[in-house]
């Protein structure tokens, strides 16, 4: 998003979304643009063409709480991408130079981490990771600090391979990113972070694209683990309080549920020694289980393997 037109660069993106059946629209002929003409846009909202126009361009960049609404219900958004079109129009207040050191993680929040018993680790406002514990490293080997959520879902291959619906949730993460951002997207290392992405992965330029905001909410995630196999889990991410834009994110699955087991399977390889470990992971490993083996039919003693001797059996009183 430039600069200097992040409200028309928004409604550009969005227009281009919504086709003409979306909203009932005949849509006859050959269309040089994907999406809805400006010319649709401008009528359905009750405004004049050259007024969208100049939204687009830049050339206005104070419409009205009214036309704000309008065209988002024309572009279809729902109430967090309403909100953001409102953060965009509303005046910025002078930028600040942000400090380039890493935030501090709150000593209680620090506490959490090791004692919360779940795979759980904070990020900062750029999905930096700057604390993990050692679960959610063994769970999602890219989680661990210094390392950036972001980063690890568009460059590197395992992470992809981890996650059995990857593209649905690396959109997430580009959504809530954005929408976490709000407009304050000047900050240098955000720039070198997009710039970065945008230079190595066509489908983080593709999604980045899309403009799209989600708000941080509980979310399902699918998983094909090495050791433990396929996991369902739930990720669910709180702020963290204080001025630095920290966020908890922990992930866990229902009580009870084969998820759970092995979530549980997986803590107990994160803690135990190098050859309990080994010892876990084979027991993990899926195993066939054999019939039962019937005395009678196999005529041997199953506890020895040697032909049954029928004397040996305690006769019966009566």
């Known amino acids: 998003m430039s600069e200097e037109n992040r409200l028309g660069d928004y409604l550009r993106a969005r227009r281009e979304l919504v086709t003409p059946d979306d909203l009932g629209l005949p849509s006859h002929g050959v269309r040089r643009v994907p999406g809805l003409r400006r010319e649709e846009v401008a009528l359905l909202a009750g405004i004049s063409s050259d007024y969208y126009l ?5 050339r206005d960049r104070n419409p009205s709480a009214q036309v ?11 109430d967090t991408a309403t909100a953001y079109l409102h953060q965009l129009a509303a005046p910025r207040p002078r930028s600040r130079r942000r400090p380039s050191r890493r935030p501090a993680v709150p000593p209680a929040t620090a506490q959490l981490l090791k004692s919360v018993g779940l795979p759980a680790f904070v990020t900062d406002r750029t999905l930096d990771v700057i604390a993990a514990n050692p679960l959610a490293t063994a769970l999602v080997p890219t989680v661990r600090v210094g390392e950036n959520r972001l980063r690890s879902f568009f460059l590197d291959p395992a992470e992809r391979d981890l996650h059995a619906d990857w593209a649905a949730t690396a959109a997430q993460c580009v959504a809530v990113f954005r929408r976490r951002l709000g407009t304050d997207v000047d900050d240098p290392r955000v720039v070198r972070l ?3 992405l945008s230079l190595a992965s066509a489908e983080f330029r593709k999604v980045w694209a899309r403009h799209d905001v989600r708000p941080v909410v509980d979310k399902p995630i699918r998983m094909n683990h090495p050791l433990v196999g396929e996991l369902s889990l739930t990720l669910s991410k709180l702020d963290v309080d204080g001025p630095d834009g920290l966020a908890l994110a922990a992930y866990h699955a229902a009580p009870g549920s084969q998820d759970a087991e092995r979530l549980a399977l997986l803590a107990s390889l994160t803690t135990t020694g190098p050859a309990r470990r080994a010892e876990a992971v084979r027991r993990a490993e899926p195993v066939r289980r054999a019939e039962p083996v019937r005395r009678e039919a196999s005529g041997a003693d199953p506890r020895t393997g040697r032909p049954e001797n029928r004397l040996d059996r305690p006769r019966r009183t009566t």
């Open 54 to 58: 100049r939204l687009e361009q830049g």
């Open 68 to 78: 704000l609404d309008a065209l988002a219900r024309v572009l279809l958004l729902d």
């Open 194 to 196: 997009v710039g970065e």
